[in-house]
């Protein structure tokens, strides 16, 4: 039997249809059916998703009543709905504000330690200049900007413990 939900993308709503067969997972969103095949990778927020046999990597954080989704360097709020009960509109995370504002937030690719902040509030960054350096697993990892602007804030601190998808910056 077929499991409906209601799911709530950014301002999008979808209704969603989720089955289980004797293939494997489907999912029907907006009438098409995908087969779909998730797996967690170790205990870590990273999850591999194949849909159509094409493969995805993304970070899942659950949160109350959904999910937060980092692709890449964008996070998206996912919302559940259960038929009858609409879910509270999604909160403003700091990554939209950022966008609202014409700006960009650095996130954090990975748990680590910030090692180095090159930047300070007010400097100025090129694309491509190193921002800031995450260590993990005893390797350095140098964050560069993706494009220019100028750093407005820092949100975190040289020594600091850093989860996968936290703010480290904001360049507008």
Not at 127 to 152: C, P, Y
Not at 154 to 163: L, T
Request: glycine share 10%; aromatic share 6%.
């Amino acid at each position: 039997m077929a499991q409906k939900l209601l799911m709530r993308l950014g301002d999008a709503l979808k209704e969603v249809e989720i089955e289980e067969g004797p293939k494997g997972v489907r999912v029907r969103i907006n009438d098409q059916w995908h087969t779909i095949s998730l797996e967690q990778i170790g205990r870590s927020a990273l999850f591999s998703l194949i849909i159509d046999d094409h493969p995805h990597e993304f970070f899942a954080e659950e949160r109350s009543g959904g999910f937060d989704i980092v692709i890449g360097s964008q996070r998206y709020s996912v919302l559940r709905e259960v038929e009858g009960r609409r879910a509270p509109p999604p909160p403003q995370t700091l990554a939209e504000k950022a966008a609202e504002a014409g700006g960009w937030m650095v996130l954090s690719p990975m748990t680590g330690v910030v090692q180095e902040i090159y930047v300070a509030p007010g400097d100025t960054a090129e694309a491509g200049d190193v921002l800031i350096v995450i260590e993990a697993m005893k390797m350095h990892n140098e964050l560069r900007a993706q494009r220019s602007g100028r750093v407005q804030e820092v949100y975190v601190s040289r020594g600091q413990r850093v989860e996968q998808g936290s703010a480290l910056l904001l360049l507008v």
